[in-house]
């Protein structure tokens, strides 16, 4: 079986093979059939991306008609077109899967689809007392055996970002902390490992479940907000310290965006009035922060580019929004936009070259 690289990998082996032959290391025979042991990944595929709009369009088309009609059906009824339904795409989809897999993946989504939007309108019906962040999380719970069952990373994802509005629970009722959390995210981490194939996304997704987890978890236990901030801050920057080394490069990414959105909402005051320290605290802070991203731009870390115009833009925002005519504000804003683009762009190129030397 060919290991699917990405393209430009592809044409990095290309010319790494072409490039030994020319220094006599390697014959062409041996060139051609180590190439061969490789395929470049396919491009966003047409008859793929068709199908989900179609799958789409067909699930809201169906919930959209069990929605108009609703008041007209008794409640057993409802729950029986809702399973049937259900069913109903599961096995089309199973039938479909062996000689049309993507047309089959799209029953599939159908179908979950359905089942999503059934627990919400089964719970109107029912009139059953829990909130909508537990309709989320039954929801996450019933797809994530899809997703395994398909290695489907759409899925997986999804159901990821279902279980991060469930981690919400904990503003909804102080009794609602999200402990179901402790057995899905190490499952999730488990199918991306054993199953889903390493998927980066759904790496990060995993990051970011368990984030939440630990904001909400800290905020059911009644901490101060700047706590579970600065734990962010401290996680992510950790994360882009010693990111995994199979997920380097989405480590990284996903570290800094924590630390980052962390790092930007501790410069306010709003984040330490618990404290009593307002006064003082932002700023101490910030010049840490910034001191840690002067760090990171040494090494040339694309993100903390970012970060660093985030923060200058934050602060341009707050001193001059209140003492500038709106239009030289917007059009400097633009400018400063602009230059942060043209400064990213250029230490872009910058790394490239040096790591193609």
Not at 87 to 116: C, P, Q, R, W
Request: proline residues 3%; charged residues 15%; hydrophobic residues 50%.
């Amino acid at each position: 079986m060919k290991r699917k690289v990405s393209k430009p990998e592809y044409r990095f082996l290309e010319n790494e093979f072409r490039y030994l032959q020319q220094q006599g290391r390697l014959d062409s025979k041996d060139a051609r059939d180590l190439l061969a042991l490789y395929e470049p990944r396919g491009s966003t595929n047409f008859v793929r991306v068709l199908l989900v709009f179609g799958a789409i369009l067909i699930g809201v088309g169906i919930l959209s008609f069990i929605a108009g009609n609703w008041a007209g059906m008794t409640p057993f009824f409802k729950f029986g077109l809702i399973v049937f339904s259900l069913i109903l795409f599961y096995i089309v989809g199973h039938v479909l899967e062996d000689n049309y897999e993507k047309t089959a993946k799209s029953m599939f989504y159908i179908g979950a689809a359905v089942y999503g939007a059934g627990i919400f309108l089964i719970g109107q019906s029912f009139h059953l007392q829990h909130t909508v962040y537990t309709d989320f999380l039954l929801w996450a719970i019933g797809i994530l055996p899809l997703a395994y069952y398909l290695r489907d990373q759409l899925v997986a994802v999804f159901a990821s970002a279902f279980l991060i509005v469930y981690s919400f629970s904990s503003f909804a009722s102080i009794s609602s902390t999200p402990y179901w959390l402790l057995l899905l995210i190490p499952i999730l981490f488990w199918m991306n490992e054993k199953r889903l194939g390493q998927k980066s996304s759904l790496f990060v997704m995993a990051v970011l479940v368990t984030t939440a987890f630990v904001v909400n978890l800290l905020e059911s236990f009644g901490l101060d907000e700047w706590i579970s901030l600065f734990l962010v801050f401290v996680g992510g920057v950790f994360l882009v310290l010693y990111p995994f080394k199979r997920y380097k490069t989405a480590s990284t990414w996903v570290g800094s965006v924590l630390y980052g959105i962390a790092g930007i909402t501790l410069t306010f005051e709003y984040a330490w009035e618990t404290l009593n320290v307002e006064t003082v605290a932002p700023y101490v802070f910030a010049a840490l922060f910034i001191i840690l991203l002067i760090y990171f731009l040494k090494n040339d870390s694309l993100p903390a580019i970012l970060i660093t115009c985030g923060l200058i833009y934050r602060y341009y925002a707050d001193i001059s929004y209140d003492f500038m005519p709106k239009s030289l504000f917007f059009i400097i804003g633009g400018l400063i936009l602009i230059g942060f683009g043209f400064w990213f762009e250029k230490s872009r190129r910058e790394t490239v070259k040096r790591h193609e030397e």
